[in-house]
């Protein structure tokens, strides 16, 4: 569904000059599939994910979509296909959290769409437990509430794919949880492909089908999280040398020490 | 506990009053301003009865024999001084607001409006510099001071567009380099008023208050129609606005909108109907600015609310502004520009406070 070939992006400054941050990336996410970007701060996961959604100009790309090129894509096509949830938002200007999730619908809305609308955004609600917050401002929310609605946005956009930027980074374990499975409940139910940047190595392993390791804007090593999360690979990504164990098939990994 | 469906009834159930409400607070502002402009038409040195000021607001729509009774000088000073002057204080009250809502939703952030991007400024130099350059005394002076007013603001503001389009300016960049031409505006302005003559110098002054005497119908064509046509647009863009609230130029994109084409549409539109408005009434900074926060406390953040309901507390502000600086020391008319920051702060400060806690803000 989503292939990417040669994926680069040069970031542009005057005082550092140019700065790759991204270098001939090939990545390819299938229906019904999640696969998790991991890697350390400053590997290109988020520069990725704002890539592939067209939100960051890259070089040289091949992108397809189910077989169509993003590039050829108009801005709402893209929108309807591709939800995309950023890592943080700051202020939302006193908009409240219903009509922040309702702008998931945007690209989907005509002229007598609101009743579909309204439903699709009610059921996200009940879905991620919002009901009470639905009516708060969003600007009054914690950290955690408010990736809660980012999801939520990202559910009534229904994309084809979706790219979600540490969608749990700010959550307790409870809704880490409930965000997960909203995403595995999407790939599986709806056929989506979800593509998600994450730090948390244990909870990427319990949802992924494949782990996408980056450093330094490359691809270390990808596959299932047996092959990929072994002591050489996480020294040569993190710099440090870890204690990997699995309970349940679910890894866990313990930084120990720098080498 | 709830089921699913008695939950989600109970939240549409809300929703709905949600909506109601909004329609509610709309109407309750509209008969407010109406009321409001016919006070505003009744009070004065001569004062007229309630019945025949609210006749006189409508006398367009009205049949000829509900006017009858009307003496012919009271229709005269209705429809000659009072009616153009408070028509004009809502369409700059509502066009400053309007234009407030549209430049801080697209910058996301709370602290813009046309009078901190440098447009009034840029207006009140146009106008000081044809206040110098010494045509005042012919016929033309005034439509000439109007005219170089707008042509400055309009400058100013294709200077703010051309830089917010260059790659890589924030808005943040946009509201520093607004205020940065704000105080190169003054600076013109002051500098005019350094080398013009005592008599200039109080035109100049007297234009950098804001003031509405001396409207006449063909001004409120102008500004009002700059502001029938740019009102819908922003309105047609009131969920680009809540996408661009809501995350900035990245998400409003990931979102559908074409990003580049709705910042410029909007903006061009914003400042026209400063520019329209300012070149008449020269500097009312302070509504533009503060219109949208009053209204974001009472209705929320949602555009599609927020626009209209914005205008007609601009409007409110304003009229009420100017009414009260006509009636505090009559017959001496104290300018709408001076009054406006004196009815408006006390009112802004107590919602500001009495929202503390609910970080609407």
């Known amino acids: 569904m989503l292939n990417v070939e040669k994926l680069s992006y040069r970031h542009g400054g005057r005082a550092t000059g140019d700065r790759l941050i991204l270098d001939a990336i090939d990545l390819h996410v299938n229906a019904g599939e999640i696969v998790c970007l991991v890697g350390p701060n400053g590997a290109g996961k ?39 949830v950023p890592q943080q938002s700051g202020t939302a200007m006193a908009l409240r959290v219903i009509d922040m999730i309702a702008l998931g619908r945007a690209p989907h809305r005509r002229w007598n769409s609101a009743a579909q609308d309204r439903r699709l955004v009610l059921a996200a609600i009940e879905r991620l437990d919002l009901q009470a917050l639905a009516l708060r401002s969003y600007d009054e929310l914690s950290g955690g509430e408010r990736q809660r609605i980012l999801l939520a946005r990202a559910l ?33 139910a709806q056929g989506s492909g979800v593509l998600i940047a994450i730090h948390d190595l244990a909870l990427a392993s319990r949802f992924a089908d494949r782990l996408v390791m980056l450093k330094q804007g490359r691809v270390v090593a990808q596959g299932h999280w047996r092959e990929i999360l072994t002591p050489a690979n996480i020294e040569a990504v993190y710099g440090v040398s870890a204690l990997i164990g699995s309970d349940h098939d679910i890894p866990y990994v313990i930084p120990m020490s720098h080498p | 506990m709830n089921t699913p469906s008695t939950a989600r009834g109970a939240l549409l159930h809300t929703l709905q009053r949600r909506r109601w409400r909004n329609w509610l607070a709309l109407l309750a502002g509209l008969l407010l301003l109406v009321a409001a402009m016919s006070l505003s038409a009744a009070l004065g040195v001569q004062k007229l ?43 700059a009250g509502a066009g ?79 509201v520093l380099g607004g ?69 900035g130029d ?66 409110l502000l304003v009229l009420l502004s100017d009414m009260t ?27 500001l406070l009495s929202s503390r806690h609910k970080a609407a803000l």
């Open chain 2, 96 to 174: 400053l607001a309007l234009a407030g809502v549209a430049m801080q939703g697209i910058t996301r952030n709370p602290l813009v409006s046309p009078y901190t991007v440098g447009i009034s400024p840029a207006a009140a130099f146009g106008a000081s510099l044809a206040i110098l350059s010494g045509a005042a005394g012919a016929w033309s002076a005034p439509y000439l001071t109007v005219a170089a007013a707008f042509v400055s603001a309009v400058l100013c503001a294709t200077l703010v567009l051309a830089f917010s389009a260059l790659r890589g300016v924030s808005s943040t960049m946009l």
């Open chain 1, 156 to 188: 009534v956009q229904q994309g084809r794919l979706l790219l979600l930027d540490e969608p749990t980074s700010d959550l307790d374990l409870h809704h880490q949880l409930q965000a997960m499975t909203a995403a595995r409940e999407i790939a599986d």
């Open chain 1, 46 to 84: 988020s520069t990725l994910l704002k890539c592939i959604n067209l939100i960051q100009p890259s070089q040289q790309a091949a992108m397809t979509l189910d077989g169509r090129a993003l590039v050829q894509m108009s801005r709402r096509d893209l929108a309807r296909a591709i939800a995309y």
């Open chain 2, 325 to 351: 600086g006509r009636l505090l020391f009559a017959p001496v008319i104290i300018p709408v520009g001076i009054v406006v920051a004196y009815v408006g702060v006390p009112l802004f400060l107590h919602l």
């Open chain 2, 250 to 315: 990245d998400i409003a994109a990931s979102l559908g909108f074409a990003v580049g084409r709705v910042r410029a549409v909007v903006t061009i539109v914003a400042v026209m109907i400063t520019a329209a408005v300012v070149s008449f009434t020269g500097v009312i900074g302070f509504v533009g600015l503060v219109a949208p926060h009053i209204a974001r406390l009472l209705i929320g953040g949602d555009h599609r609310w927020l626009l209209p309901f914005s205008a007609i507390v601009g409007a």
């Open chain 2, 49 to 91: 009865s309630m019945a025949t000021s609210l006749r006189g607001l409508f006398a367009p729509l009205l049949p000829q024999a509900w006017l009858s009774d009307i003496p012919r000088w009271q229709i005269e000073l209705l429809q000659q001084l009072r009616l153009p002057r408070i028509v004009m204080a809502v369409v």
């Open chain 2, 179 to 247: 205020v940065g031409l704000t105080y190169l505006f003054s600076a013109l302005t002051a500098s005019v008023q350094f080398v013009a003559t005592e008599q200039q110098l109080s035109a100049i002054v007297q234009w950098t208050f804001g003031s509405l005497n001396g409207s006449t119908w063909n001004e409120v064509a102008i500004a009002g129609g700059v502001l029938l046509l740019g009102a819908p647009l922003l309105q047609w863009h009131a969920w680009a606005l809540n996408a661009f609230a809501a995350g």
